[in-house]
T-cell receptor, first 114, second 115 residues
Framework: AQKVTQAQTEISVVEKEDVTLDCVYE???????LFWYKQPPSGELVFLIR??????QNEISGRYSWNFQKSTSSFNFTITASQVVDSAVYFC???????????FGTGTRLQVFP | DTGVSQNPRHKITKRGQNVTFRCDPI?????LYWYRQTLGQGPEFLTY????????KSRLLSDRFSAERPKGSFSTLEIQRTEQGDSAMYLC?????????????FGSGTRLTVV
């Protein structure tokens, strides 16, 4: 069975702090894809990143970075120098190669205070 | 093309009534998905289409739920005899190829409240 666990329900930080959102996944597939989405108060899910299971290289995009470790089945997301606009619910998701159905975690609500 | 469009944005209905939601995907996308999201939870897969063919349905999709995608363009999701447990955000997404580099594109959702 496939499962995504986001153990952090809510995180609060002050602007300019760094914050890491954890994601642990379970799958028996050897080929799979991992995603992060942002859901601001408006409700729309905004795509942030997609990684395939064969690419463990860390990724950096501006203030965002992702750490993928197959050994621990984790795909963590770090925001450097957080800003108020980063306040949202962040979802980690998993899909297998033979279907692009996404399995989402329960999300982490990030609140960044000025 | 401005993305995935869902209508209405909000729907309040009385228990027992039927409701229908519409999703207009990005025009060149051949896959269309429906998800349901309840408060405090991540989206849960309901069903998806490739062109006009419905390829998979979740066990969450009871007999009261039906989805169509005539002509492989827009899609409708109908819920018959609504129950309070149907209250949720219904999200539509589309993609061009399987797990494309930009993932899915989601719409803003239709929030259903059953009273």
């Amino acid at each position: 069975a496939q499962k995504v666990t986001q153990a952090q329900t809510e995180i609060s930080v002050v602007e300019k702090e760094d914050v890491t959102l954890d994601c642990v996944y379970e799958t028996r597939d050897t080929t799979y894809y991992l995603f992060w989405y942002k859901q601001p108060p408006s409700g729309e899910l905004v795509f942030l990143i997609r990684r395939n299971s064969f690419d463990e290289q860390n990724e950096i995009s501006g203030r965002y970075s992702w750490n993928f470790q197959k050994s621990t089945s984790s795909f963590n997301f770090t925001i450097t120098a957080s800003q108020v606009v980063d306040s949202a619910v962040y979802f980690c998701a998993l899909s297998a190669r033979d279907t692009d159905k996404l399995i989402f975690g329960t999300g982490t609500r990030l609140q960044v205070f000025p | 093309d401005t993305g995935v469009s869902q209508n209405p944005r909000h729907k309040i209905t009385k228990r027992g009534q039927n409701v229908t939601f519409r999703c207009d995907p990005i025009s060149e996308h051949n896959r269309l998905y429906w998800y349901r999201q309840t408060l405090g939870q991540g989206p849960e897969f309901l069903t998806y289409f490739q062109n006009e063919a419905q390829l998979e349905k979740s066990r969450l999709l009871s007999d009261r739920f039906s989805a169509e995608r005539p002509k492989g363009s827009f899609s409708t999701l109908e819920i018959q005899r609504t129950e309070q447990g149907d209250s949720a955000m219904y999200l539509c997404a589309s993609s061009l190829i399987i797990t494309g580099e930009d993932g899915y594109t989601f719409g803003s959702g239709t929030r259903l409240t059953v009273v």
